[in-house]
Every structure is written in structure tokens, then in C-alpha cells.
């Protein structure tokens, strides 16, 4: 039991940080660690931001079918339900790692996946600041709606499909701007306007 039997590259080493490098890992299914008769669902969270020259050299590319695919039946194998997957909009780096996630989870019965959207997406991929935060976000969800919801396999709850953000509470007032409404996100408009009634 010494070989990697991860989807991490074998080429990626062991760093100072504590980031350990590919290994034997135990395929002990994570939901026997839960009660006896759970029926919580498992998600992993992934960063398709990996062969960015952004982002260090961990020794593969998000955008590699195959590597999702690799990643996809490693965490099948360790009794994960799917992937919630960081989206930093429509235009990033990020867009084509999320869509392959997506795709290769269709092949897959039982495996799902939704989507993060990042405060990233708000301030690097809409018409933020010229628009509010609100606007940005109404128009990236409508995008998130097109391009994901109506696949078999995007993650749903009582029919609902499932979406998650990250950080928009972090968001910046835009120079020149005096109303602190600019920066928040009004989570009630967005629910109203965006289609498909996420579950947010």
C-alpha cells in the first residue's frame, strides 16, 4: 500500500506547507463514518483552477477530461455523492475545469455536481462596478442556470437545483460610491429574477 492510488499526480511532491504528496489513501468509504441509515449526501469541494499560471504546478490541468475523470471515480471510490465546484464566471479559467466536471458526472448514476459561485465571478467576470453587486450576480445565476441546470446531473434538493457562493459578503465598495447597498448582494431580488428557483 504504497502507491499512489489517488487522482493527485504522482509528479507533485510533498511541500513545506504541509501538502503532502500522492499517496495510499484509504478507500474506506466516507459514509461509514456516519450514523448507521444516514441519507446524508457527500459532496467534495472542487477548484477547477488547477494548470492556471495563476496557481502553482500540482502536475495536471482542470481542463483535462481526463483528469476529471480520474477525479471523478476517486471520489466514487471513497463514497462521495459529488462535487460542488467553484465558478468564477462565464469568461474563466475556471468555466471549462466546471463544465467538464459536470459532463463527466453524467456518466456516472448518482454522482452530482452544483456550482459555487465565487465573489470572484463578481468582480472579475460581470458588469461590476458599473452595476451593483445585486445586478452581477442576477446576471452571472442566469448564466449558471443556462449552462448547468438542465443537466441530469447537477445537484438538486426537493427538485431545486443547488447553488452556493463564496465570499459575497466580502465585497468591496467601488470607488466613487457612497450607498453601501452597492456592495451587497440582495439575495431576495436575486431569488426572485433568476430562473429555475435555485436552492441559493
Not at 477548484?47 to 471523478?72: A, F, L, N, T
Not at 469568461?91 to 465573489?119: M, N, P, Q
Request: hydrophobic share 40%; proline share 5%.
Amino acid at each position: 500500500e504504497t502507491v499512489n492510488n489517488t487522482s493527485a499526480a504522482a509528479s507533485f511532491l510533498a511541500q513545506a506547507n504541509g501538502n503532502s504528496a500522492g499517496a495510499n489513501t484509504s478507500k474506506v468509504p466516507i459514509r461509514s463514518l456516519l450514523y448507521a441509515g444516514s441519507t446524508t449526501r457527500l459532496f467534495a469541494h472542487v477548484e477547477p483552477w488547477w494548470g492556471s499560471s495563476k496557481h502553482i504546478d500540482i502536475g495536471y490541468s482542470s481542463q483535462d477530461p481526463s483528469q476529471v475523470h480520474r477525479q471523478v471515480v476517486d471520489m466514487i471510490s471513497r463514497g462521495l455523492d459529488g462535487a460542488a465546484v467553484d465558478w468564477y464566471g462565464p469568461d474563466s479559467y475556471e468555466a471549462l475545469g466546471a463544465k467538464l466536471l459536470l459532463t463527466e458526472a453524467e456518466s456516472h448514476a448518482g454522482f452530482s455536481v452544483f456550482v459555487e459561485i465565487d465573489k470572484g465571478a463578481i468582480e472579475w467576470d460581470s458588469c461590476y462596478p458599473a452595476c451593483n453587486a445585486t445586478t452581477a450576480a442576477i446576471s452571472l445565476i442566469t448564466r449558471v442556470a443556462g449552462d448547468f441546470f438542465s443537466s441530469p446531473a447537477y445537484a438538486r434538493m426537493n427538485g431545486r437545483p443547488l447553488l452556493r457562493e463564496f465570499g459575497m459578503e466580502t465585497l468591496s465598495m467601488p470607488s466613487g460610491q457612497t450607498d453601501s447597498s452597492w456592495n451587497a448582494v440582495d439575495w431576495s431580488a436575486v431569488q426572485a429574477q433568476v430562473p429555475g428557483n435555485p436552492l441559493i
